[in-house]
């Protein structure tokens, strides 16, 4: 139930306004506007600027390699980033190359002019010492939440994925169909745009940095309407209205700095679960009788991690790490009871106690992905009879059973405490900018497998640099210089996970060949070396077969229409150089950025929009298969209508028309341009509204085309279920009204 406008999360609440008007300015005395740079300091990584304007309306800035040319003022006001207007405004770019000349362009319009002002930086050698102090460490207001309600749109609305997320000291009102906020309460509300659909990240909040912005795109969080603070007391709000400022989501954390439209910066932490797809609803155990699939004849103990303690359980050519809550599970004892299977992010965060999650299940060497499950333990004595069964995400139920005590079946492996592993590949996957790091896949013909990750600073897509040493870390740290970390262990079919190890690197600086050695001491106390020689994406030795170029990802398409011109977005998809964007199969354009738009279209035609893109690097990508989404533009305004809406024979089923709210006159007014239609409200509220009905949401008054009538009857629904769109189901002078309209008017 997304709610467009802050006056209505206060619907319930006693608010009183009021506006005075001042007489236009004339136009000969609008001053041009002025703006200028004055550059700060820099780091290998980043640069502090201040830019100050006067007499402007608006003030964006872009920041590019000097080498790429200088961007035009209309360049800059389109697709720069906001700063505080008629201001000196703190500003601080990060994750920039070391070494490198940057040109900063700031641009300033109002009514009458444009200005235009340029400054270069260069970015400092790596190691040099004392990095600047990003501009705003000091915080007006540092607020840490407790709560976090989180709603979730899709794509519908918007060319990213929406994510709206309230955090709270005290949370929410929910009922059944509303929302609102508590007469006493702190709230911010994070309007956010993402990449990728919650479907794909298990209905969690997306990690990733957030940028201010009014434009929907992925990676960027709403201004106005869509984002502000409030401080309420005994139901009287004070609102904080966001002008500027970055949201950091990571693994159950939210990071906020942001700048109000009085200049004071606010500070935002919450540390908690960010999963928003359970209902409340507690999992169900599957049910049926237990038949074994699967014997287990090692459950080991492997010790504290992330998601309680863990066992690692091994059979013949499967293996499974499964965590119990630390109250549970001990080295050499576990409760006796039933548990619930939990996703590893439900987990720790619920109130499901008799829970368990598991971690890294490979069957044949093969990973499968468990969506539920069951455990059942009994003790007798030191001996334990234990049937675990999980639902994999590939149709299959395993049931493993255990009969015997508890970690004294040797280490995982067969029962030597030391192995040696030769991968013959190393190949580049990604890098993650949220932990600073690049990750590669190490395999072998057997099967063997190796999630590695490096900090980057020693690597890139190319190569990992020589190092005396590296030290092994969890993932999270892994973007620090110096370490690396590790994951998806498969060796024989069975999985590890690490715990401590170091990594030596010897590259040959001309050839960008490798030579790794990397120890490894496993949760299970095995001691474990993994070796791999040769160029990256390369079999080992090799260089004579290259390796076949990675198709890009499929660009994920959708679109917004207003009258006949449409705005067609995109994700930035990794490799890409620029896109193929073809529409109706005939018209082809070919553009850098991650949007296309059409105007001059038809009005009312369907159109079909494609889009395919193209690699930087032919030699490691080929082009993506074609992203496709169709569109209808609006109805033409100037085709005419019925005036009047009264002619016997007239009809508006179907209707297509634009919709707006007075909330002081009580008002919905709905028109196509042409024939225009007002409802009187006995009240504003969310719901479904009867005409001339005396419930409790009711319309008093229908004009049509400035004439009143009583000769009317149906409703008019305006609710968060519709996500306040305008739906008329209504009968007026004999004339059937159906239909939905253009826009929200919330």
Known sequence: MKIKNLLFLLLAMP????????????????????????????????????ITTADADEVKYLVVESTEGTPTATEVLSNGTAAEVNAEAGCYVAELKAETEYTIVAAAKNAKAVAKAEAKMTTKKGGEPNPPTPPGDE???????????????????????????????????????????????????????????????????????????????????????????????????????????????????IEAVITMDDGAKHKITFEG??????????????????????????????GASSYGNVYQVVGDNFSVDVHFPAQYAQENALSAGDYIWTSTTWFGYNDFENEFTTRSLVVDGTSVAVDSGSAKVEANGDEYHIELT????????????????LNDNGSVGGGETTGNVAFSKIEYVTYNSSYYYYEYKL????????????NDYQANESVIYSDDTYEWITRSYAGNLGFFSTANIVVGGVSYEAVSGGMVVVTDDATYAMDITINLTMASGAEMTFTVNGKMNEENGGGNTPAEPTKLATPSVSGVVSGNAATISWQEVAGAKDYTVTLNGSLVSTVTETY???????????????????PA??????????????????????????????????SFENWVFD???????????????????????????????????????????????????????????MSSNNSYYIGLDCTINGVKYTGKSNNPVV
């Not at 507690?282 to 074994?292: I, Q, R």
């Open 443 to 454: 395999t072998n013909a057997a099967g063997d497998k190796m999630s590695l990750y490096v």
């Open 617 to 650: 690097d032919s030699a490691a990508n080929s082009a993506s298969d074609a992203g496709t989404a169709t569109f209808t533009t609006e109805a033409d305004p100037n085709a005419g209508g019925n005036e009047g809406g009264n002619e016997s024979g007239a």
């Open 139 to 253: 915080y007006d207001v540092t607020f840490t939440a407790n709560e976090a309600h989180i709603e979730y749109y899709g794509d519908q609305f918007s060319p990213g994925y929406n994510y709206y997320v309230i955090l709270s000291d005290v949370g929410v009102e929910l009922t059944e169909n509303e929302m609102s906020f508590k007469e006493t309460g702190i709230y911010y509300l994070l309007d956010l745009y993402a990449a990728d659909s919650a479907e794909n990240n298990n209905y969690t909040v997306p990690n990733g940095k957030y940028k201010a912005a009014t434009s929907s795109a992925a990676g960027t969080f709403g201004l106005g309407d869509y984002g502000a603070g409030l401080n309420i007391v005994e139901g009287v709000p004070t609102y904080y209205i966001y002008a500027d400022g970055e949201v950091v989501v990571s693994d159950g954390k």
């Open 659 to 717: 919709a707006s709210l007075n909330m002081g006159a009580r008002t919905i007014t709905v028109t196509d341009g042409s024939h225009t239609v007002e409802f009187t409200l006995n009240q504003v509220g969310g719901g479904t509204f009867y005409i001339f009905d005396n419930g409790v949401l009711n319309i008093t008054k229908v004009v049509v085309n400035g004439v009143e009538t009583t000769d009317a009857s149906g409703t008019v629904e």
């Open 596 to 614: 296309i738009v059409y105007s001059d279209l038809e009005y009312g035609v369907t159109y079909s929009v494609s889009v395919v893109a193209n």
């Open 273 to 302: 679960s960010l999963y928003f797809g359970d209902n409340g609803e507690e999992p169900v155990p599957p049910t049926g009788e237990f038949s074994a699939t699967h014997t287990a004849t090692k459950w080991l103990w492997g």
């Open 15 to 50: 608010l009183a306004f009021a506006a005075c008007e001042t007489p236009d300015q004339p136009v000969d005395e609008v001053k041009d506007p002025t703006v200028a740079i004055t550059v700060g300091e820099a780091t290998e990584s980043s640069i502090a600027f201040t």
């Open 390 to 405: 999980l639902e994999g995400r590939d149709g299959f139920k395993y049931m493993i059973e255990y009969n015997g005590k």
